[in-house]
């Protein structure tokens, strides 16, 4: 196992008698740009959030950023306390610079942080949330479906702003959508889920051109609605 | 043809269409794109005529568009079923409500094409998936063989696999049976590959009203680059080949 | 704020509305207020001059409208008028009921509330346990006894049989211990069950799991998210709960023959002194309208959301 990559193995996953997530292993190499795609209900944030969770018990720094930000944000508190409140859970010390810094890099307006999240643009909500996840500068992000819940042109923004942040980090990503459009143009590596399976894992060029499985076919064939002319 | 000549709505002070012209052909697609609050929905309520028209026009072959007896499909259908009707009740409502006899096979010629069987039409809302309740949703507003059909982002709520599907399902009955539709959707992907013409909306204005075709190539307008580049961006629309 | 100042005229328009429908009320009641008047003064037998004259001083003889003008012109100045058995001003002896009722009320809610925050949080540690139901079932049956059958029962046992606490009167400070905990538990009644569904439903909200997710404690999320989230429901439901406490409060004033407004009142209805009365129910309309002020402000300050769809 090289330095500084994330494992984890066997994770599975029950609830009330049923199997969301079969006995799943997995190895996260550092800065690795990875794709889970797959159905509605195939178990992909299932599991994103076990990955979360156990990495998170291995006392690895993992951040998740949830589809919608209503699923992350505390709708009756000040973005600036919910700003200190995960600064505190990560044990860091109020830092105004980093502050700065992470919210000039994700166009979030510094002067609205005494506000709450309503009233806040939902794009700049969302970004909000990345800021927070990459607080602690994590090994592993979960990005589950982060622009689905955005009109186009903002999630193209926030998507093109994440890429620039991400750059030249060390950040390790996990971009689970049910869109292989979306995941072709920005990961490196795809996993493709069924039935609470991983039926396919393999890079995206060579899973584009050479599906193996019905899953990965299926989304191969629905990759984008048109192709345009050039 | 459903036309829509000069029609203002006002939202208090704001104007949330302004000054708005389409013209839809029988038989063909309209796509409305935009962002949120653009005014996509309320062309939709402007056309059904659920909301009063501070200035203009709309109508289908010079009546008024409630005359043809219009119908729409809705985002999350299974918010707008009833829980407590079984699928079918909920299907047939319509039909009732118009008192005019459904041809004897209609009903199960639709069920075939939209893949729903008779078992899943004695369910309940809760009882079906999304993709499922969406193509009831499309039988329901089917039976009756209206002239005009409303979308009003049909596929949102459904994954990428299941879109495409069910946008084909929709184009196909569309070539069978005739009917305009008018498809009100943020995925400029799916208004390039389905409609004939696509209507750009920004903050209640138009924006841009172009050739389909015409518009996937070039965008004439500045809103309409950013819309595309975003398609682009974001896997919708594919320039790579 | 151009919220905030249409609440506050609302709130002035319905304290109007209260004063005059009082005045009117007491006004069409039926029965002779001058004869009732003349009893309470010189016994049971009067002769009709001895009315007459009464009528006459107490300004029982002029129309409804002139009678309005008369009591209400003074009372835009805080004059309350004057007490038309004893002839003397009503608001000083108003101020002296309420100095006993206040407190009383005061301590029931608090008494109330911390009794049924506690049960909640006990209730909601483990929602459908038998500790839940227990709670849950116990309220029930509170909400359920009347005050009068409550407070004579804590009589029998803390004061007939025990012997622990002083039940009639006012003299010390232990004896407004009794009648609190009579009101308190009727209040905790009510409101236990809000507070554990509010609890519950904020425990139920999207964004908790993504906090734990960021590392935040458990205890922290406790306090910092779910008790805000718990506590409208809570908020909303005082503004109503103060019906009972004034309501409760005159019940509770009655069976431990404490003084203050309920006794004010019940002597005030019996002698048909108009002015005390009036003053009683216009004081209630008072302090309905400014406690629902504040609560629909504080309610502003937890959640703008709820100003902003109402406006």
């Known amino acids: 196992m090289s330095r500084g990559s994330l494992l984890v193995t066997d994770l599975s996953v029950q609830r009330s008698g049923r199997v969301l997530l079969h006995p799943t292993s997995l190895q996260i190499s550092r800065g690795e740009r990875l794709g889970l795609v797959g159905a509605s209900g195939s178990g992909k944030s299932t599991l994103g959030h076990a990955l979360v969770d156990t990495l998170r018990a291995q006392g690895r720094r993992v951040a998740h950023v949830p589809q919608s930000p209503d699923e992350a944000l505390d709708p009756l508190r000040s973005m600036a306390f919910q700003w200190r409140e995960a600064e505190r859970a990560l044990g860091l010390a109020p830092d105004y610079a980093r502050q700065q810094q992470l919210c000039t890099a994700l166009r979030i307006a510094v002067d609205q942080l005494g506000q709450r999240p309503w009233g806040w643009s939902r794009g700049m909500q969302q970004r909000f949330v990345i800021a927070l996840a990459l607080l602690g500068t994590p090994e592993l992000l979960v990005l589950d479906e982060p622009t689905s819940a955005l009109d186009p042109v903002i999630a193209a923004r926030t998507m093109k702003l994440l890429d620039s942040v991400l750059a030249h980090g060390q950040t390790a990503i996990l971009l689970i959508t049910h869109d292989l459009g979306l995941a072709a143009r920005r990961v490196d590596r795809l996993l493709v889920m069924h039935d609470g399976h991983i039926v396919e894992d393999a890079a995206t060029a060579a899973l584009l051109a050479h599906p193996r499985t019905p899953a990965a076919s299926a989304l191969t064939r629905h990759r984008s609605w048109l192709t345009l002319p050039c | ?241 | 704020m151009m919220a905030i100042l249409s609440l506050m005229l609302r709130a002035v328009v319905v304290l109007c509305g209260a004063a005059i429908a009082t005045f009117s009320l007491l006004w069409h009641a039926p029965g002779d207020p001058a004869l009732a008047i003349a009893m309470a003064r010189h016994g049971t037998i009067v002769s009709e001059t001895v009315v007459s004259v009464v009528r006459e001083q107490a300004g029982l003889n002029v129309g409804f409208w002139s009678a309005l003008q008369d009591w209400a012109g003074p009372l835009l100045v805080g004059d309350f008028g004057h007490s038309s058995v004893t002839g003397r001003p009503v608001l000083p002896d108003l101020l002296n009921a309420m100095g006993h009722t206040i407190p009383l009320a005061l301590l029931g809610l608090a008494i109330g509330l911390a009794i049924a925050i506690s049960l909640a949080m006990l209730a909601t540690r483990r929602p459908g346990g038998g500790v839940d139901r227990c709670a849950v079932a116990v309220a029930s049956l509170g909400a359920a006894i009347p005050v009068y059958w409550l407070g004579l029962l804590l009589i029998l046992v803390f004061a007939v049989q025990l012997s622990w606490l002083p039940a009639m009167g006012a003299r010390t400070p232990l004896h407004l211990l009794l009648p609190a905990l009579t009101l308190g538990l009727g209040v905790a009644a009510a409101l236990m069950r809000i507070i554990r569904s509010g609890i519950l439903e904020a425990r139920a909200q999207a964004f908790l799991p993504a906090l734990a997710r960021r590392g935040v404690t458990a205890r922290a999320i406790a306090s910092d998210h779910i008790a805000l989230h718990a506590a409208i429901p809570v908020v909303t439901v005082l503004g109503l709960e103060l019906a009972f406490l004034l309501e409760g409060a005159v019940m509770v004033e009655v069976i431990f023959a404490r003084p203050g407004l309920g006794s004010f009142l019940v002597d005030a209805i019996a002698a048909r002194d108009f002015p005390k009365v009036q003053a009683v129910v216009l004081l209630a309309a008072l302090l309905f309208v400014t406690i629902n002020l504040l609560i629909d402000l504080i309610y502003r300050l937890i959640d703008p959301r709820i100003g902003a769809r109402s406006a």
């Open chain 2, 1 to 241: 043809m459903l036309s829509v000549d000069q029609v203002t709505v006002k939202r208090g002070r704001v104007r949330a269409l302004d000054d708005i012209s389409l013209r839809l052909p029988a038989g063909q697609t309209l796509a409305v794109v935009g962002e949120s609050g653009a005014g996509k929905s309320t062309l939709i309520a402007a056309v059904l005529g659920l909301i009063g028209l501070a200035n203009g026009r709309i109508s289908w072959d010079g009546a008024p568009v409630a005359h043809c007896r219009p119908a729409l499909v809705m985002q999350e259908p299974r918010a707008a079923f009833n829980p407590r009707l079984s699928i079918r009740q909920t299907v047939l409502e319509p039909v009732v409500a118009a008192r005019q006899p459904l041809p004897a096979d209609r009903l199960d010629y639709l069920c075939d094409r939209l893949e729903l069987s008779t078992e899943l039409l004695a369910r309940r809302p809760h009882e079906i998936s999304i993709g499922q309740a969406q193509r009831a949703g499309i039988l329901r507003a089917l039976l009756n063989a209206p002239p005009l059909v409303l979308f009003d982002e049909p596929l949102s709520a459904l994954d990428a696999v299941t879109q495409k599907h069910t946008a084909q399902l929709i184009a196909d009955l569309q070539a069978e049976h005739g009917f305009a539709a008018l498809i009100v959707t943020h995925d400029l992907g799916y208004a390039a590959a389905y409609s004939e013409q696509i209507a750009v909306l920004r903050a209640g204005r138009i924006a841009e009203l172009a050739v389909t075709a015409r518009f996937v190539r070039a965008p004439a307008s500045d809103y309409g680059r950013t819309l595309r580049a975003a398609a682009v961006a974001l896997g919708a629309l594919d320039d790579s080949a």
